[in-house]
T-cell receptor, first 111, second 115 residues
Framework: KQEVTQIPAALSVPEGENLVLNCSFTDSAIYNLQWFRQDPGKGLTSLLL?????REQTSGRLNASLDKSSGRSTLYIAASQPGDSATYLCAVPQGAQKLVFGQGTRLTINP | GAVVSQHPSWVICKSGTSVKIECRSL??????MFWYRQFPKQSLMLMAT?????????EQGVEKDKFLINHASLTLSTLTVTSAHPEDSSFYIC???????????FGEGSWLTVV
């Protein structure tokens, strides 16, 4: 059974800093890994999808890496802004369709 | 673009009543839809997988008679919480898988409060 863990559970940093969020998964036989953002009381917004054959994906100030062999992914956020404050979730498929989510990292960017 | 719409966004109901939440795929057809629930400060937990025209597959520990799921068309799935109790109060999110590209899109979620 796939398990996904995210560390840290919460993170607070000053505006402008670069930061890294971590995600680990127990079963390395994954098709892809996704990072999502969730604002309080809202649904999910997909940020980045990394296929199993890829090492990283970039979108603007976001960069996600994937190391299948070690069961790890990181989400790097450059030059953080207060608008980046949200909960960030990573998820991997279990089987063909189900997604298994981590607990999330609650990120606060202080102005 | 592809969007998943959930309705209502929030609902308050009395204990013992039933409440229905709709999940619609806009601009695409979804053979598979997923229902999740999320308690405060916890991650999403998959409740069930809904396939159009067939019975939903429930995750272990989810009562199928309490959480009725209907996926009658390629664009609509409904979750009915029957005989709701305060412990059912939660945030419910659906997602839909595009039958063409297999991309999964998430709805905005529905807040349920049972009083």
């Amino acid at each position: 059974k796939q398990e996904v863990t995210q560390i840290p559970a919460a993170l607070s940093v000053p505006e402008g800093e670069n930061l890294v969020l971590n995600c680990s998964f127990t079963d390395s036989a994954i098709y892809n890994l996704q990072w999502f953002r969730q604002d309080p009381g809202k649904g999910l917004t997909s940020l980045l999808l990394i296929q199993s054959s890829q090492r990283e994906q970039t979108s603007g100030r976001l960069n996600a890496s994937l190391d299948k062999s070690s069961g790890r992914s990181t989400l790097y956020i450059a030059a953080s802004q207060p608008g980046d404050s949200a909960t960030y979730l990573c998820a991997v498929p279990q089987g063909a369709q189900k997604l298994v989510f981590g607990q999330g990292t609650r990120l606060t960017i202080n102005p | 673009g592809a969007v998943v719409s959930q309705h209502p966004s929030w609902v308050i109901c009395k204990s013992g009543t039933s409440v229905k939440i709709e999940c619609r795929s806009l601009d695409f057809q979804a053979t598979t839809m997923f229902w999740y629930r999320q308690f405060p400060k916890q991650s999403l937990m998959l409740m069930a997988t809904s396939n159009e025209g067939s019975k939903a597959t429930y995750e272990q520990g989810v009562e199928k008679d309490k959480f009725l799921i209907n996926h009658a068309s390629l664009t609509l799935s409904t979750l009915t919480v029957t005989s709701a109790h305060p412990e059912d109060s939660s945030f419910y999110i659906c997602s839909a898988q595009d039958r063409v590209g297999n991309t999964i899109y998430f709805g905005e979620g529905s807040w349920l409060t049972v009083v």
